[in-house]
């Protein structure tokens, strides 16, 4: 018998048939996510929730569903694109961590102010800096102030359960706001767990039922005018009505997790309570760490001692009532934290648990709050018990000698203990050496460079050390060290995030033998523009009376360029003196070869599956040179590593040009072996393939004037894209009948742009 529920949700006398699995919890929210069936998935790759992106796609390129798979250009974007298709009216969702959380942040109480659900699975990470990729809150914390509900997922089933649950909650007609479902990066995200989910998607649609959007945007007859200008006193107004549909979520949510207990068997309540009963002390964790207290919890209470474990299920609204239950008669409160506040009294769920109680006249519950497992440091039996202790030590005492402090966590040694340099600093005298000579031609306003002979370049010493962690024929390297040949003197370098970085530096290791500094993924030409200002001011007020000439280089990925678009841009218009040297090794590599806006058209990547419904990435490669030339920056330049004195005279061009006018820009191809799955020692020879098809062009555009340094027409050695394409494993597949289609429109794409290329060298004014 079928009946319906308050919510409209259908309910069965008899339970759906489940499926007993053994998964993570991103297979989980993946899992949930194609169950659904949502409409739009907006999302950009960070560790460790891509996975969620990466199952969708490659279940899309099996037909296993219907979700439209948005990759943005960075989670600003991605946010954005959620937002726009959740105002169409269907249901969306995304996944991010950490910096991506933080970088879509500003488009999040746009979200909750207009009163649109969606769905964002936050993977908990660390926030940079200094860059961690692991797991802690203090990601999470940023996102308490949004105004979305937040559901937590201590388990790979409750990420799935949570998942199901969150669209129902968002979209209640009281409550109409977005949901984060949150769960711990690595620990719950990447270990396999049993679990059972529903056999039927067709269970969770029609728990679900269809989505519900009062006002949209797709309606002509109903037009409506969605975010208008709102000042005082509206805005106030507003908010408050944002608090009362947070009150709804709070009065709403029991009532949609009995009835999901009701279809699954798995019954969540706002607040988790173990061995609560007679607890006089308690920890209060949130997320995995819970799970490991629980099982100390039970070794302790083995010995008599009166312990228990309290964590929430929900976050936002905070379940205050359902704490101050649990922590009615409890004599200490031991409240661990996985991000801190930094001398607010305590990390917030610390200090939500206090203000909590304190609203409890009868409550005399003692509260100590340690920090602890940032940047993914584990918490173990160890850790736990260590907590209980501190925690029954003020249960006997009476006293709580230290409320706020950090466990787990050591003073730290002096800089430099048994650390070394493997390698001196690099002498003037190495550094400069007038190898490779730049002049001017006043006549044309060109640039004519002497390059010596390769042995004699040796000479120039290597600015990285050797040593560093790239796989096996990884072609960055060797194409940016022969890159640095070129340059003359002191460098300062920025690197933004991606393989290049991760591979170099490891504290406290670092393989840079020159100034090295990182910043955030998408900011590095905006930093490096601050640091070249502040060396002409300092160098100005003759605060640097020893150092001059220094050259500004940013090494970047081809994905750096994606997500650093708009700051790159801003740099080029201010003409910012400095070098920007692009590594395009045709996608996001280090965390795991999503696409980027650089891969081609049809190439396999994590984010761009080959299979029965999709061949490959869905659109054509950006051509971030010409992009950048429609700056106007004096110079740009392609080149590839083996092209050696081609790439070397480049190099000076660009030294000379951010010496004496201002922004150069280089793409380098550079290869990955790992991700193109191809042969190690094939390298080369797959870019010189790249260039001999016109895929990869070599040129430079000195002044708006394009010069093609390498024509393999006009040498005869042009070879058809194809054979490029049967060179990598990512690729191969286009090759296929079945793929023409493709590979013609691809072949079109690169004819067009190698053609037009063509007609700018030889018409100096197009
Ligand atoms: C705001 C933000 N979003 C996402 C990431 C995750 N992330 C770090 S590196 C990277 C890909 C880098 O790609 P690319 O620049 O091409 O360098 P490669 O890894 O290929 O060397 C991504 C997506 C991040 N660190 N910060
Ligand atoms: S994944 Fe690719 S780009 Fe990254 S270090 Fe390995 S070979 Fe190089
Ligand atoms: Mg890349």
Known sequence: MVTTTRTGAQRTAVRPEQVLAFKTGNEMAALAAKQINYHVMGYYPITPSTEIAEFLDEMKAEG?????????????????ICYGATVGGGRVLNATSANGLLYAIEQLPVQSGTRYPMVLNVVTRSISGPLDIRGDHSDLYFALNIGWIILLARSPQAVYDMNIIAPKIGEHPDVRLPVIVAYDGFFTSHQ????????????VQGFLGPPKTPIHALDP???ATIGPYMNDPDLINNKYQLKLAVDAA?????????EYAELSGRHYPLVDTYAMEDAEVALVLLNSAAETAKDVADRLREKGLPVGVVSANVLRPFPAE??????????VALVGDRGDSFSGQGGNLSIEVKAALKDDPENRTLCLNRIYGLGGKDFRFEDAEALFNEALEAARTGVVAVPYDYHGATPGQEAAAGVYPYLPPLEKEEVYQNLVQVERDEATGKLKVKVPNPRELTRRPKRLAPGHGACPGCGIFS????????????VVVLYQTGCAMVVTTGYPYSAHRVTYVHNLFQNGAATLSGLVEMYRERRRRGELPDVDDLTFVMVTGDGGMDIGMGPAIGTALRNHPLIIVEYDNEGYMNTGAQLSYSTPLGHASSTSHVGSHQQGKRFQHKDTPQIMAATNIPYVFTGIESLGRDLVEKAA??????????????????ACPLNWRSEERLGQRIVQAAVDCCFFPLY???????????????RNKRVPVSEWLDMMGKTRHLLRPENAEILHQFEDEVERRWRRLKARHEHPLL
Do not use: C
């Not at 439209?68 to 974007?77: C, F, L, Q, R, S």
């Not at 359902?322 to 004599?331: Q, S, T």
């Not at 194409?479 to 002191?490: L, T």
């Not at 061009?653 to 550079?670: C, D, E, T, V």
């Open 322 to 331: 359902e704490f101050r239950k649990a922590l009615r008669n409890v004599k």
């Open 250 to 258: 709070m009065r709403e949510l029991p009532v949609i997790f009995a």
């Open 653 to 670: 061009k660009a030294q000379w040009y951010a010496r004496n006018q201002g922004m150069a820009y280089g793409k380098l191809l550079s």
């Open 479 to 490: 194409a940016v060290e022969q890159f640095m040949r070129g340059i003359e003197g002191d």
């Open 221 to 223: 007859r109903h037009p």
């Open 700 to 714: 430079d555009i000195e002044h708006g004037i394009t010069n093609i340094t390498y024509d393999p027409e006009a």
């Open 192 to 203: 396999k767990r049993l679990v059972e989910h529903f056999k039927d998607d067709e269970v």
């Open 64 to 80: 296993l569903h219907d979700i439209v798979m948005i990759p943005a250009d960075g989670e600003h974007g991605a946010a954005g």
